[in-house]
T-cell receptor, first 113, second 115 residues
Framework: NAGVTQTPKFQVLKTGQSMTLQCAQDMNHEYMSWYRQDPGMGLRLIHYSVGAGITDQGEVPNGYNVSRSTTEDFPLRLLSAAPSQTSVYFC????????????FGQGTRLTVV | AQSVSQHNHHVILSEAASLELGCNYSYGGTVNLFWYVQYPGQHLQLLLKYFSGDPLVKGIKGFEAEFIKSKFSFNLRKPSVQWSDTAEYFCAVNFATSGTYKYIFGTGTRLKVLA
């Protein structure tokens, strides 16, 4: 029972580098989302998707891109990393029927130097 | 804009003390309400959820929460905390109308329980 799988768990980037955080879920959930968690600020929504081919911006989308080509995968791309993007990133998924309980991945701790 | 407020950012209690964490949201439509817990170094896990019916919901580990619609509140309670309850607690609201399925989280409450 994999649930939501995020990779990598840790990453150090230099300013200006790009990278992709991977997120995959095996629960056939329509809704997937990315959050960043910073001390004292809780979880802030970066981008979300309600199905393949559909994405939308959350609260803090600048500097990040997403795509949703399949139901299972929802990668988050950092185009040109900045120190302000140092954070812990969580991917979550949920169904859109019934009570949409969110299931979270283990998180990616990203440091930009 | 929709928002979720958690008024207590840090709470320190002794074991066996009672706990109540406040959560208020700003949306007048239908909502689903959640409390998540994050133990140190781990991801978020669901404590309990409310979507309809009895406004007093019981979750895991002895936690419960009460939905008061008139106050837009969903406060978390536990009669007697344990050292192992030391964690960060997040209230979350899912806005379930107009095709909107976003989750909005509160800023979290760090609970420290002293043995």
């Amino acid at each position: 029972n994999a649930g939501v799988t995020q990779t990598p768990k840790f990453q150090v980037l230099k300013t200006g580098q790009s990278m992709t955080l991977q997120c995959a879920q095996d629960m056939n959930h329509e809704y997937m989302s990315w959050y960043r968690q910073d001390p004292g600020m809780g979880l802030r929504l970066i981008h979300y998707s309600v199905g393949a081919g559909i994405t939308d911006q959350g609260e803090v989308p600048n500097g990040y891109n997403v795509s949703r080509s399949t139901t299972e995968d929802f990668p988050l791309r950092l185009l040109s990393a900045a120190p302000s993007q140092t954070s812990v990133y969580f991917c979550a998924s949920s169904s859109v029927g019934g009570v949409p309980e969110a299931f979270f991945g283990q998180g990616t701790r990203l440091t930009v130097v | 804009a929709q928002s979720v407020s958690q008024h207590n950012h840090h709470v320190i209690l002794s074991e066996a003390a009672s706990l109540e964490l406040g959560c208020n949201y700003s949306y007048g439509g239908t909502v689903n309400l959640f409390w998540y817990v994050q133990y140190p170094g781990q991801h978020l896990q669901l404590l309990l959820k409310y979507f309809s019916g009895d406004p007093l919901v019981k979750g895991i580990k002895g936690f419960e929460a009460e939905f008061i619609k008139s106050k837009f509140s969903f406060n978390l309670r536990k009669p007697s905390v344990q050292w192992s309850d030391t964690a960060e607690y997040f209230c979350a609201v899912n806005f379930a109308t107009s095709g909107t399925y976003k989750y909005i989280f509160g800023t979290g409450t760090r609970l420290k329980v002293l043995a």
